[in-house]
Structure formats: C-alpha cells, structure tokens
C-alpha cells in the first residue's frame, strides 16, 4: 500500500461523501471532527485484489472512519 493523496480542506467534503464506486461514500456526520482524509492504494507487489483505503482522520492524526473499494 502507498500513500495515493491527502485530501484537506475545502475539497475533503466532495471528495469524502463521493459515492463508492468512485469514492468512499462516508456520510457528512462522519465529517465532523475529520481535517483530512488519506487515500491509500494497492500496489502491485501487494497480495490480494486491487483496492483502496480511503481514511479520515482528526487534528491529533487519530483515524475515525475508513472505507475500502476494489480497485484503484
């Protein structure tokens, strides 16, 4: 797995609620305390389908929420 992006910022509602296939589809409560959402990819030394961990995290780097999708 890599560190694809970090979303913050005015972009990280859009990009947080966008439903899955082509996003996380967390739902705005989950926003609440969230000041980033990292987006971490399959690589293709890693075993097992393709997928991508979407993560939101608050001001101490504590993950809140996360949600995985096939593919990249």
């Known amino acids: 797995m ?3 992006d970090n979303v913050t910022g005015p972009a990280l ?3 947080a ?3 899955k296939p ?3 589809g967390f739902q705005p ?3 609440k305390n969230a000041v980033r959402m ?3 990819c399959s690589n293709i030394t890693d075993l097992g389908e ?3 961990d979407f993560k939101l995290i ?3 780097g504590k993950v809140l929420f996360t949600s995985t999708v096939g593919g990249f």
Do not use: C, N, Q, V
């Open 17 to 19: 609620t966008a439903k």
């Open 13 to 15: 509602e859009k990009a």
């Open 58 to 60: 608050d001001k101490d």
């Open 50 to 52: 393709d997928h991508t």
């Open 2 to 4: 890599y560190l694809a």
């Open 29 to 31: 409560e989950h926003l």
């Open 38 to 40: 990292e987006i971490w």
């Open 22 to 24: 082509f996003g996380p």
